[in-house]
């Protein structure tokens, strides 16, 4: 029982000392966070901080030169790249990648197909396994689509729909995957002001109302305070501060990593008032 306990207490993901170098460049440095279960935990800082970069490790994109990454038990530094889906990791990006001349119902159903334990010879003789399989990822997307009210776009081609919309069907090909650890890489990348608040509130109702975890890489400020439980911010590949939303952004050296130090800033000074000699 206490083994049980143990486990559940125990973070999702734990990074630990992670550095990838590619040449000359650190491009992340010595990392280490915890995302608890059930959390939703962004990464910010600046273009270049490594935030992606983090993400392409847990994803098994790239290999870290140093360091450890564990996800529920499971050491990730030795799971091949295929694997990671079935292991209860999904992801959107930040450049929407989707199949535009397949359905949105379509691209949700490949989304489930990482769950398929049929074999070969199965599927060429569409076995009764092969069918209840069909029917189960069939029922999953209707969930999803239902969920995300997606309805209106069920059997519309996604090279059809506009941009937001292509931000939500991506979302919801992620969540047939049934993940427990949902990475979104910039979610609010292209969209409008009210909908990056319709994308606040599918994340919010992803970790209350479906348990997932989520890990959020994000620049809008906005939608990081609205539905951040913690956030870590990053600069040059380093960590800067790890803390509640508005503990990390009054932090000095967030702000003057965003902003620029007094110095570097010295241009937003009032300029003196110009007298004329002899005035």
């Not at 140093?66 to 999904?90: C, H, M, Q, W």
């Not at 919309?165 to 990475?183: F, G, N």
């Not at 319709?198 to 348990?211: H, R, S, V």
């Amino acid at each position: 029982m206490s083994d049980v306990t143990l486990k559940n207490d125990a973070p999702l993901l734990s990074a630990r000392d992670l550095q990838v170098r590619f040449g000359g460049v650190l491009a992340v440095n010595q990392v280490s966070f915890d995302v608890k279960r059930g959390e939703i935990f962004t990464l910010i800082g600046p273009n270049g901080a490594g935030k992606t970069t983090v993400f392409n490790l847990i994803s098994r994109f790239y290999v870290p030169t140093a360091g450890t990454l564990e996800f529920d038990g499971v050491l990730l530094n030795k799971v091949s790249p295929y694997r990671v889906a079935e292991l209860g990791i999904a992801r959107t990006f930040q450049n929407i990648e989707l199949f535009e001349y397949a359905t949105v119902l379509q691209n949700l159903l490949i989304g489930g197909h990482v769950h398929r334990k049929t074999g070969f010879l199965a599927d060429l003789f569409h076995t009764p396994k092969v069918r209840q399989a069909e029917v189960d990822a069939r029922e999953e997307a209707e969930k999803v689509i239902e969920f995300l009210d997606l309805q209106p776009y069920r059997d519309t081609l996604v090279a059809g729909l506009p941009y937001g919309i292509r931000k939500v069907v991506e979302l919801a090909r992620a969540l047939c995957t049934r993940p427990k650890l949902l990475l979104l890489d910039e979610p609010s990348s292209g969209l409008n002001v009210e909908e990056t608040d319709g994308m606040a509130f599918w994340i919010q109702d992803i970790k209350n109302e479906l348990g997932i975890t989520v890990l959020m890489v994000e620049h809008d400020m906005s939608l990081v305070s609205k539905v951040s439980d913690r956030v870590l911010a990053m600069n040059q590949g380093e960590t800067l501060a790890l803390g509640s939303p508005r503990e990390v952004q009054s932090d000095p050296r967030v702000i003057e990593a965003y902003l620029g130090s007094a110095e570097d800033m010295s241009f937003l000074r009032r300029p003196e008032p110009f007298v004329r000699k002899g005035s």
